[in-house]
């Protein structure tokens, strides 16, 4: 599925730890997409997930507009995995959001075609009744 999207990924394990996690680990035998190394910490700095007592960042996810704007972040502590099929409801959420900007994507929204809210002042207190039109 190609939904226009650069994926990297950065840790602040070294470009060799890189390399030989993707040898080794069978979940990562595939991976074709750059993963970066930061081992001084400073883009986990940068963003605001780097847990200096421990030395070790959390484990972050974050969508960035082409234009370079924020879209999501979520962080989680260090013992969580991610969840594939969310990041990629959440980036799908924004492209569409990107076209529809006076709607809005609730939690079980996935897909184009799914229900989607108008955000008001009469929406509040009635979201699960505009859901089951």
């Not at 013992?79 to 990629?88: C, F, K, P, S, V």
Request: aromatic share 8%; net charge neutral.
């Amino acid at each position: 599925m190609k939904l226009g999207a650069e994926v990297v990924t950065v840790s602040c394990d070294t470009q060799f730890t890189h390399l030989a996690w993707q040898r080794e680990e069978k979940e990562l035998a595939h991976v074709k997409y750059p993963m970066g190394a930061d081992p001084n910490g400073k883009v986990s700095r940068m963003f605001n997930v780097y847990l200096e007592e421990a030395g070790v960042p959390l484990r972050g996810t974050f969508i960035i507009s082409p234009a370079g704007q924020l879209m999501n972040i979520a962080v989680n502590f260090l013992n969580m995995g991610r969840n594939i099929d969310e990041i990629l409801r959440q980036f799908k959420a924004n492209l569409y959001l990107a076209k529809k900007t006076d709607e809005g994507c609730p939690s079980k929204w996935k897909d184009e075609g799914d229900a989607t809210l108008k955000p008001s002042p009469d929406m509040v207190g009635r979201v699960h009744e505009a859901l089951r039109k």
